[in-house]
């Protein structure tokens, strides 16, 4: 799924600033998972931003709602009636979400209320971590599961660098060398010539560099 | 006498382009350029134009430099980060490089190694700041310089958009001005009327403003660009010229050495032959 932070709350404020009245619209899909802009975070959110404001002797009127998913025209369609009742509308939902309500109803503004990370899932409660760098051409089978480009730093695909050390990588003792544990796995399974094969230089092209991309379903194209 | 002092004092600036071998064959490359010395002010080095892999300018400028030709070496920003661009003006400064030329560069789905990662770290007008830092003493993050560069440096503009696009393209050429950029080399000019209509706009004279005198190579070509470029504004008149002359190659001379002719009476600070591969013919246009 996709992994978002919340926006430090004085980089929202500032978004809202001379707002009086604005929509603060959550999504139940990835965020809510990551609960970072589902339901409670939205009230929490809309409070948050009340309070402060409030303390200013500025009160801003924040209305909550949470869309089923805002990646989808269908739902984001449900705020048709009302989006326009407000200065501004703040999104909780990943990077996609204000987009495409924006796309829907142009002369409305739309806020980003999170900052949207990568995709991973949850390590332990309270902690995700990325997996995948979403290149366009997986090459994970190669590497016993384990993604070389979104989980080593430098993406090295033969082996890891002279900074692996301790099963850690080099930029942080935060961060797992995932080569370490690709090289730790063949040998256990006795298959650490896998590693000898030569790998072409990669074709970026389905990465973001062959330019934003797009996913067509002949099938279901109408 | 430097680019800068030329233009400073109103001396016409003809400028050519050449592009680097796509190799380490640069026999070509430097016999060119030796007919060239004493005609022109710089010659303008590309960087991997339209994304084709070739000899780097930085490599290719301070060859030419070494044979006592001025250079104006092109920077963009589509295949290296912001420590391998600082780190490549700096050579190029100590390589005797002072005159360096913001590109945007085209993307790499048009050159011939598609599958490349394009960088993209920082922007051109990102870059004309951190020029400006270099030159001040700073890098990027802000640490001093053992000795600082003092360069010349300039961008790109397009005089033949209309309307929004032009709009945007006066306003791109004020940030790049305020940025601290000293000239503008423009996209390909068939017709000057195209930068007279601008008058009212800009100041087409005082502005370091250079055209490029694109050399029309053939009718297929001159057709195409017609067809496909609609802000070189090349016409119907140019293009039976080239028809129905006997010998094509002359009339392409010809018609190239008219277009400088024509910048330079009508006052512009210089003008940039861009051959198009047909380097070996400059001489003859710059008799
Ligand atoms: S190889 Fe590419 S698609 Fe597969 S997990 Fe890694 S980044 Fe994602
Ligand atoms: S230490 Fe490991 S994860 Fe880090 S860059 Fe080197 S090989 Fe990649």
Known sequence: ?222 | MHLKNRLDVGEFAVLVEMEPPKGIDISSMVFVAEKLRSKVAAVVVPDMTAAVMRMSPLGAAMILQSKGLETVMQVCCRDRNRLALQGDLLSAYAGGISNIMIVDGQDLAFGDHHQAKAVDDIDGEQLARAIKGLCQGRDMAGTELLGAPAFFFGAEFNPGLEGDELEQELERLDRYKDAGAGFFITTPVFDPAVLENLADRLDVRQLNLIPTVMMLKSVGMARYIQRNMPHFHLSDQLIRRLQKASDKTREAVQIAREALAVLREAGFKGAMLAPMGWERKLPEVLV
């Not at chain 1, 975070?41 to 949470?66: D, Y």
């Not at chain 1, 309270?126 to 090459?139: K, S, V």
């Not at chain 1, 660098?161 to 961060?175: L, N, R």
Request: glycine share 10%; charged share 30%.
């Open chain 1, 1 to 222: 799924m996709i992994i978002a932070d919340r926006k430090p709350l004085e980089e929202i404020q500032e978004m809202v600033k001379s707002c009086g009245k604005i929509l603060l619209v959550g999504c139940k899909g990835c965020v809510t998972v990551c609960n970072v802009g589902g339901l409670k975070e939205v009230q929490v959110l809309a409070s948050i931003l009340r309070i402060a404001r409030k303390k200013e002797g500025r009160p801003l009127e924040v209305e909550e709602k949470v869309l089923e998913r805002q990646c989808d025209p269908e739902y984001v369609e449900q705020l048709r009636d009302t989006y326009d009742q407000y200065d501004a509308v703040l999104s909780m939902a990943c990077g996609v979400g204000p987009q495409f309500l924006s796309e829907a109803y142009p002369d409305q503004r739309f806020f980003p209320a999170v900052n949207t990370k990568f995709m991973g899932g949850a390590v332990q409660h309270g902690i995700w971590e990325e997996r995948c760098a979403g290149c366009g051409t997986c090459i994970i089978h190669f590497y016993d599961g384990m993604c070389p480009i979104a989980r080593c730093s430098k993406s090295l695909l033969h082996g890891p660098c002279g900074g692996s050390a301790d099963g850690k990588c080099e930029v942080s003792s935060d961060i797992e060398c995932i080569w370490d544990k690709i090289v730790r796995k063949k040998m256990e399974q006795d298959r650490l010539e896998d590693l000898r094969v030569l790998r072409a230089a990669k074709d970026w092209r389905t990465a973001r560099d062959g330019g934003p991309r797009r996913s067509i379903r002949e099938e279901l194209v109408k």
